[in-house]
């Protein structure tokens, strides 16, 4: 099934998207993570659509060079749950399957706690529960330590650092954790600017507390959930991601993937396109 390319409208931005499979066909809204792009399902896309589903990876507010708008606040956290609803219902669905990773992951999370009747089912990759997290950044002091970029991100001059050297420090970021140099050089040709890399950076500094957490009172889930956490991970530790079970009360599945670091999709797609098609097959 190829991918082609889509825009959507919300809130009078336009967003392209990567899109595969037969519109009509159930929904899977795909959520990146920060510093990726739709980029980062690029597997998924076409095996989701193989499978019977229209797939949709938008790039999200930043990250598209038409949904750039200027200003901190433009990048808070409730703008960014409205893009992503909106965009559901501009494809003229109401209920779907929603997959996040990373800060996509956040994103997801918090839909499915305070918009969960429009979700079949909750997938997430690496980022865990907000409850769970703000937990163990308070009982895990390497989990803090794991953690820091949300608080070195509120610098103005994060994306100049980011990007000084040719990048040097993001693509470390991106190669130390698995990412083939191919896929940095994508991820690179999207935010290697600093008016794109300073927007997505914005949607930390728009986060209500200095670590970037939602915090503890997001409420439990109980839509269906799937959790995918590598255990390499090196910014979510074990604490976190365990914990991720005790704020879902509908079915739960966690998944660990040895030996895989933070950008799961890029380590190791095979895996995640497996485990995913089951677990969407299950829930029908």
Known sequence: MSVRALELLADGLVFEADVAGVPGSPLVLMLHGFPQTSHSWREQLPALAAAGYFAVAPNQRGYSTNARPRGVEQYATDRLI?????????????RYHLVGHDWGGQLSWLIAANHGDE????????????????????????????????????????????LADDARRLRTTLRNQGVPEADVAAYLSRLGTFDALDAAINWYRATRTASGLAGPDVPKVNVPTMYLWGDQDATVGRMAAEATADFVTGPYRFEILPGIGHFITDQASPRVNELLVDWLAGRK
């Open 119 to 162: 979700l079949d089912t909750l997938t997430v990759l690496s980022r865990p529960h907000p409850a769970a997290f703000a937990h163990a950044m308070k009982a895990d002091g390497a989990q803090s330590e794991r953690s820091r970029h949300h608080r070195t991100f509120q610098d103005a001059n994060a994306a100049r650092e980011l």
């Open 82 to 94: 409205d893009d992503a609803r909106t965009m559901v219902r501009s494809l003229g669905y109401r």
